[in-house]
């Protein structure tokens, strides 16, 4: 036991707790989203996708509209969901939320924006017709494989033990 623990308990249970990662800019990103599902024209959405893309240096969408460079954002609603979508998966990259976005959005089937029909990977092995010193042989997109995809995927579905104890309880669609 560690000095100041409490007896009979472990390392873990004296010391771990359990923590919570709370990232300002992905609270910015979902109010944005939601100013943008109530009124598409409220300047809010611009001024928290600002917020983000300013503190990573990055041009913000009104000085791209001021200085003529993305025109048709500001005020469309599927140009800005499209800017918050991007938005969330540059900012958030790799922090374990894109999988539970792109089923929100509803955007993976095929040929939609995040398609999980196919998955892409690169080309480690290099080209064939290349030789390996050459850079041009690698960091090719390549198909790793195709997946099916239907829409009962968006939700899981719930146990039929959880449906069987609550009569009320009705299984998600599609399931």
């Known amino acids: 036991m560690q000095p100041g623990g409490i007896p009979g308990r472990s390392y873990l249970q004296n010391w771990a707790r359990p923590s919570y990662i709370l990232r300002l800019a992905d609270f910015y990103l979902y109010y944005a989203e939601a100013c943008n599902e109530v009124n598409p024209s409220d300047p809010n959405i611009i001024k928290y996708l600002d917020l983000v893309r300013d503190r990573a240096g990055i041009p913000g969408y009104k000085k791209l509209h001021d200085t003529g460079k993305k025109i048709d954002v500001i005020g469309d609603y599927e140009a800005q969901a499209y800017a918050i979508r991007r938005e969330r998966q540059v900012e958030l990259f790799s922090e374990g939320q894109r999988y539970f976005d792109i089923r929100r959005w509803m955007i993976c089937g095929a ?11 690169m080309n480690v092995d290099g080209e064939a017709s290349l030789p390996l010193s050459d850079p041009n042989s690698f960091f090719h997109r390549k198909m790793v494989r195709k997946h099916q995809w239907t829409k009962a995927m968006y939700l899981y579905p719930i146990p039929h033990d959880e449906i069987v104890k609550s009569p009320n309880l009705i299984q998600n669609p599609l399931w």
């Not at 040929?111 to 990977?121: F, I, K, L, R, S």
Request: net charge negative; hydrophobic share 25%; no cysteine.
């Open 111 to 121: 040929g939609e924006e995040a398609d999980q029909t196919v998955y892409w990977g």
